[in-house]
């Protein structure tokens, strides 16, 4: 008698283990076609939404034989979104973003249920998604998604930090690039790249933040770390000029001055005048 007992008792276990199994596949697949019906209409046109795979009806007819045979075998059946190519993904999710109102939850939110596609963090179509973002100078919208990604834990790299900077001062909002920077990067000058240096000098002296320019250029300095090009150079003497630290403006274009006067090695003499005069120079030396 017990042992019939505990033969019940395992079946039961074992059929409610597969009802639990069977609601989260048909959780998933209701979620993932709710969201293909929701932004259906932020396609442009019939054509593109019919390219990208999305159909109402598809989701409403095929629900019901799509959540009973999501295996069948033991195989795995491909999930909606994964017969789209890259390149359609990556098309959709711009005119998604550029087409949202100029809200934090619904440009998250978009990106939540576009990144649920796929198995792994698509870090590499996402800069695809920002260069094209940039290309329409949508800024805002650049900062937005950059930090989403921050907030996941992904793109922590000097090339992304870059672009978040270039966008947020492109976007009006130098504090808080400025705030960015330091905490994020500027509190390790001895191995953050020149590009981005320079980068943060420039947007210091265009919104006029000079004693942040100098502190930062003075950081540099005191990691013996030289200015890549005269640009640099100027940016800072100007800073001192207009904050009447004239000594400090000789001594650095003094410390420099062979960027100021240094040709490239192996870069051919420029010759001035017209055309045939150079040219007659040119034979003479020959």
């Given at each position: 008698?017990?042992?019939?007992?505990?033969?019940?008792?395992a079946a039961r276990i074992t059929r409610l283990t597969r009802q639990i199994t069977q609601l989260r596949v048909?959780?998933?697949?209701?979620?993932?076609?709710?969201?293909?019906?929701?932004?259906?209409?932020?396609?442009?046109?019939?054509?593109?939404?019919?390219?990208?795979?999305?159909?109402?009806?598809?989701?409403?007819?095929?629900?019901?034989?799509?959540?009973?045979?999501?295996?069948?075998?033991?195989?795995?059946?491909?999930?909606?979104?994964?017969?789209?190519?890259?390149?359609?993904?990556?098309?959709?999710?711009?005119?998604?973003?550029?087409?949202?109102?100029?809200?934090?939850?619904?440009?998250?939110?978009?990106?939540?249920?576009?990144?649920?596609?796929?198995?792994?963090?698509?870090?590499?179509?996402?800069?695809?998604?920002?260069?094209?973002?940039?290309?329409?100078?949508?800024?805002?919208?650049?900062?937005?998604?950059?930090?989403?990604?921050?907030?996941?834990?992904?793109?922590?790299?000097?090339?992304?930090?870059?672009?978040?900077?270039?966008?947020?001062?492109?976007?009006?909002?130098?504090?808080?690039?400025?705030?960015?920077?330091?905490?994020?990067?500027?509190?390790?000058?001895?191995s953050v790249p020149w590009r981005l240096c320079s980068l943060m000098i420039s947007v210091y002296c265009r919104?006029?933040?000079?004693?942040?320019?100098?502190?930062?250029?003075?950081?540099?300095?005191?990691?013996?770390?030289?200015?890549?090009?005269?640009?640099?150079?100027?940016?800072?003497?100007?800073?001192?000029?207009?904050l009447g630290l004239f000594d400090e403006k000789d001594r650095l274009l003094e410390k420099y001055k062979d960027?100021?006067?240094?040709?490239?090695?192996?870069?051919?003499?420029?010759?001035?005048?017209?055309?045939?005069?150079?040219?007659?120079?040119?034979?003479?030396?020959?």
């Amino acid at each position: 008698m017990r042992g019939k007992h505990m033969m019940s008792r395992a079946a039961r276990i074992t059929r409610l283990t597969r009802q639990i199994t069977q609601l989260r596949v048909d959780r998933n697949f209701i979620l993932t076609c709710s969201y293909n019906t929701d932004v259906r209409h932020s396609i442009p046109n019939q054509s593109d939404a019919k390219t990208l795979g999305f159909s109402r009806d598809q989701c409403g007819n095929q629900a019901q034989s799509a959540l009973a045979k999501n295996y069948i075998g033991g195989e795995r059946k491909p999930q909606v979104g994964e017969n789209i190519s890259r390149k359609d993904k990556i098309s959709f999710l711009v005119n998604t973003l550029l087409d949202l109102k100029d809200s934090k939850e619904a440009v998250y939110g978009a990106l939540d249920a576009w990144v649920a596609w796929e198995r792994n963090f698509p870090i590499g179509p996402l800069k695809q998604v920002l260069l094209k973002l940039e290309k329409e100078q949508q800024w805002h919208r650049i900062v937005q998604v950059i930090k989403w990604m921050l907030s996941k834990g992904q793109g922590n790299t000097m090339g992304t930090y870059e672009q978040l900077i270039k966008a947020l001062d492109m976007d009006h909002r130098a504090k808080e690039a400025h705030e960015f920077w330091k905490n994020k990067i500027g509190y390790d000058l001895h191995s953050v790249p020149w590009r981005l240096c320079s980068l943060m000098i420039s947007v210091y002296c265009r919104n006029h933040m000079l004693e942040d320019l100098v502190k930062l250029f003075k950081g540099l300095e005191a990691f013996d770390r030289k200015p890549p090009d005269k640009s640099v150079v100027q940016k800072v003497a100007d800073t001192y000029e207009l904050l009447g630290l004239f000594d400090e403006k000789d001594r650095l274009l003094e410390k420099y001055k062979d960027l100021f006067t240094e040709r490239r090695v192996g870069s051919p003499k420029r010759l001035r005048g017209p055309r045939s005069q150079r040219e007659g120079k040119l034979a003479q030396e020959n």
